[in-house]
RNA sequence: GCGGAUGUGGCGUAAUGGCAGCCGCGCCAGACUUAGGAUCUGGUGCCGUAAGGCGUGGGGGUUCGAGUCCCUUCAUCCGCACCA
């Protein structure tokens, strides 16, 4: 047969299946799904009133960032358990809100503005077009009247009046909360700062006298110490690529986690949101949430409180250079002050501001040296090899506080400079960051704990807080944990230092050099920050004329035209960062349209927070702890009634993407889809496999006409293998990837008589070449290597649900999902079950028909098809407060199953089952309820209540097991007693078989479950 | 290195300490069919003709009984990481 005669038969065949459908009268989801989802937006049948008698239940879904690639397969999981759960409690009677909107601020559109000089907005309002349309067609009960766009002006005018709210307070730590300036100002004025004690990094102290003699300047840079959003100079992730700084959690591995540009540490003045003050709070209040023990511990590593001692030592008089070396003392942070003994060196930052003071003339060039090689070395290879030992003597000394002996100052980058007080006091013996750093610059190293099993201090130290104190003078004998809370009291006692507790959790950076995000509300007068009036929200994102820095690298901002505040002053020119808006968006789906205020009294008193929160892991340390901190600090100034966001949250599984490296060639890209000139992102191009010999032709340009011509053969030849088995289609699409259940096989003459050699092969992949994962299996044949990974539109392995809703329909898709395994496990996405619930969804269908005509018996049910629905009904209530969805999926293959077997068509099984089916899929069921005649949605009809009764059975069929072993089946009655079950079990003739004449050592009877018998 | 999770048929998975493998995919056989990406029936953990034996990553333990609890070990995935 010629492609063209297969083609025609296709298509013929195809007509024939289609019109048979229709003369069957099957189950027409098209028609169906689109009949509801226009009903139900018709009639609002998912508006939510914010005044009820019934209880109230607030189900949120993680809100998207609208992504140029729409939605894929992954979203829609967590938005489907999140809507069978809110579907459930309102058949359950409580007053759901269960809202949908658009984290729609964010790097890409601006990219994507870069490029093509398209307003990020027009971008934006695209992609939330096309977002709402893929949503739309799932049939998820939103309640679209509250939708909310964080890049909606009457959206961030609230953003904007919070993050004011957060500049005009000051954390009391006496209260241990945060109040407003107003108190603190006052205080000044009345006391100065001396009893003030409040999250800051001011140190100094100053009387009233001094506070009401200062400038407004002064006044103003010292109360940025204490506001909650400030202006300070901080270290920051400064990334040149993106032109911006980057949050802790937005660099990975020492590269943007967005588009992977590297990434340089910079000081520069910055706003930062003091989220430090709240640390201690966030860590304990993880203790009451229902939240996944995984992300309450990642939050807990993130803050990664540690307590330990600070310490003084003094140092060496000969080693202060410097008169006006003021501090004569270098204090230390440890968390294990019962080693001090043990200290054979002090290190300091190469960033620690003494160095330059200590360092003395002979070993000031090393130093230099030393200090501009850290400087320069990137963060991303410190990362590379921490194994590295780098540092350098100062040929300073201190003074070690009990001893009396001098002890050696070094320079070390493995101390790092923000975190606790840039020094540490090394203990080689009992620390393998000391120990390595000792063992390579032939330090010595004291043992003063001895452990209690065999140690070989040559090999490595002992860090273990356990065993006996030696060399240690007073300490000498002590357990480690005696000993510590010996010494502290004795380094108090003697004003050393004082028990001290650090956080590795540092302020969160809020400024960012760039254009589409929230303005901040600031502008400057003469140099003093301030914020804007608060009726004069919003401050607009003004238009510019490109969407990159200035000439002088200022951000866009600072291209709008006459953009100042009341025409004169300068404003701000940093927007917020990506997590602003989704800080506390949850308030304002409350109350969406609130103009007043963020959201009315009224609302949050009845919603107070969410009671279930679904979405993915991956917001764990960044989003999940900003909406913490934003909470508490609203909470705080007495705005909203709670002080945490979400009671319950639940993380849903990636959906993975399988990348392959078999990809339609880059050549082609060029070649075809790209213009001549054009720039391509490395991190955009697919990954590309060519032959080892063919990489290096393409690297030094001698590729010939005929080998291209080969290549692409051998590419098409691919291409047409994955068409064949996975139906994808050739010419549509630029960029192939293929599907993880064909692996392609390419025949091995094919492969000899082209271009390719055997087993040598480079992948171009994320801008790289690599080695390509090929192999023999054997049958002298190659397999493509294909990778597990996330969905991503820059990965090229985004599949979208739009396919599988137009294919099988909006109902299969919603239980397909769930069918797949458990919600919070992570599973690449496959299609190869799908035609199981496909045809679950049909057979439901006949057992409400009998052919096209609705068949229902108003006869009452039989007393196994009241048994099938109870059990079911049962079995769904508790699996979806188990947020066991996978197994409900089951529970209806079984239901229907069994029904189909009875023949069953009576209403009183059926209306239930509709219903139970409601919230997994919704447009059958709804279809099913109105056929049965009910003229109001299903929405608001009566979960169906489980009658025990119907699910005991009289008699119950015991499992009889020697040994644990199960032998045979023997039925009783339920009423029969253990005793007589045994007596009964102990006469079968069976059981006397297997006793083989022995006389049982033991019998155990579980009542209506189990017999065993011990031989 | 620290922390979190996961290991069960060919595959996705299921099992309040009580019959391991429910449900589905796939596969095998059959029925109805011009046809099948439709529907229906039966089968399908592994070894064995069978009787029977073996089976939940490995090794130990608790128990009348362990996929489930405890100890230990291995593998994979994720998060954090010179945090003193």
Redesign the pocket.
Known sequence: MTSINRAMF?VS??T??IQ?RIV?M?YDFREVEKKWQAYWAANKTYKTEDNSSKPKYFVLDMFPYPSGAGLHVGHPLGYIASDIFARYKRLKGFNVLHPMGYDSFGLPAEQYAIQTGQHPRITTENNIARYREQLDKIGFSFDWDREVRTSDPQYYKWTQWIFIQLFNSWYNKKSNKAEKIETLIAEFEKAGNGSINAACELTETFSSSDWNAFSEKDRSDVLLNYRLAFLSNTMVNWCPQLGTVLA??EV?EGVSERGGYPVERKLMKQWSLRITAYADRLLTDLDALDW????K??Q???I?K?E?TSLKFKIQESSIKNQDLTDTCIE?????PDTIFGVSFV?L?PEHELVEKLTTPEQKKAVDEYITFAKNRSERE??A??????GVFTGAYVIHPFTGKQVPIWI????????????????PAH????Y??ADYFGINKLVIIQPSVDWDFADKSYDEKEGKLINSDFLNGLEVKAAIKKIIAVIEERGLGKGKT???LRDAIFGRQRYWGEPIPVYYENGIPKVVSENELPLLLPEVDKYLPTETGEPPLARAKDWKYKGEFEYEYSTMPGWAGSSWYFLRYMDAHNDKTFASKKAIDYWQNVDLYIGG??H??GHLLYIRFWTKFLNDLGLIPVAEPAKKLINQGMIQGVSSFAYKLALSIHSSSATAGEELDPHLIPPIIISKSLHEKLWDKSISTDELVALDEFLLNITQIVKKQS?GKLGEVKYFSVSPSYPIHVDVNFVQNNILDKDEFKIFKNGEFKDALFYDNGNENYICGSEV?KMSKSKWNVVSPDKIVE??GADCLRLYEM????L????PW?T?????????I??LW?LYHNGDELNISNEPATRPELKTLHKTIKKIAQDIENF?F??S??????CV?EL??FKCNKREVLEPLAILMAPYAPHIAEELWNKLGNTESITYATFPICNEDYLVESSF?Y?I?F?????F?QEYDRSLSKEDVEKEVLNLDQTQKYLEGKAPK?V?V?HN??V?I?I
């Open positions: 296709f065949s195809r024939n299946k048979k069957k099957e802790n959690e990975k996944t023990e995984s992300i511990e990642a807990r590593n993130w990664g540690s330990g230390v942070f440890t968390t294990r290190t930052a410190r990362m090899d921490v194994k590295k030992i780098t070390g980058d493995y101390v790092l400079a923000g975190y606790g007080t840039g020094a540490v006091m090394a203990v620390d393998s960051r000391d390595a750093f650090n956080f590795r892991a991956e764990a340390t139906s990974e294919e099988q069918f797949l395994g458990p919070e496990q992570s599973k496959s190869s079950g799908i035609s199981g619930v496909s045809n679950f049909r057979k006949r066991s996978n197994t999926v089951s529970s209806f293959m079984i199953n189909t077997e069929n499992p097991s040994n644990g072993k199960t032998r089946f033991k155990i579980v479950k189990i065993n011990v």
